[in-house]
Nanobody
Framework: QLQLVESGGGLVQAGDSLRLSCEVS????????MGWFRQAPGKEREFVAV????????DYDDSVKGRFTISRGNAKNTVYLQMNSLKPEDTAVYYC?????????????????WGQGTQVTVSS
């Protein structure tokens, strides 16, 4: 069983940066892929970024490419989402998710473990 805890959200202005963190516990090995998803009010949860178990591969939604960077810490049980040049449309609750498979997925249904979410609000 995995436990995920996100942190780092907040209220910022357009153009600012934030770094979200997701700490994973409950598993001694790190062979799990991690993803970030977000959900804005009245909208479905959507894919943001994904990283493989060893950090070798990553993928992003087109809406965040070039602005967001997903990475894993040295111990592999922490995942970060560096968000630069934030826009008001990035406002959402951001969730990290884990799947005990080395390869990531852009589909939320492929993830069995989720954090509680952290709010990101970008004002114009």
């Amino acid at each position: 069983q995995l436990q995920l805890v996100e942190s780092g959200g907040g209220l910022v202005q357009a153009g600012d940066s934030l770094r979200l963190s997701c700490e994973v516990s409950g598993r001694t090995s790190s062979d799990f892929a991690m993803g970030w998803f977000r959900q804005a009010p009245g909208k479905e949860r959507e894919f943001v970024a994904v990283i493989s178990w060893n950090g070798a591969t990553a993928d992003y939604d087109d809406s965040v490419k070039g602005r967001f960077t997903i990475s894993r810490g040295n111990a592999k049980n922490t995942v970060y989402l560096q968000m630069n040049s934030l826009k008001p449309e990035d406002t959402a609750v951001y969730y990290c998710a884990a799947r005990p498979i080395v390869a990531g997925s852009t589909r939320s249904r492929d993830y069995g473990y989720w954090g509680q979410g952290t709010q990101v609000t970008v004002s114009s």
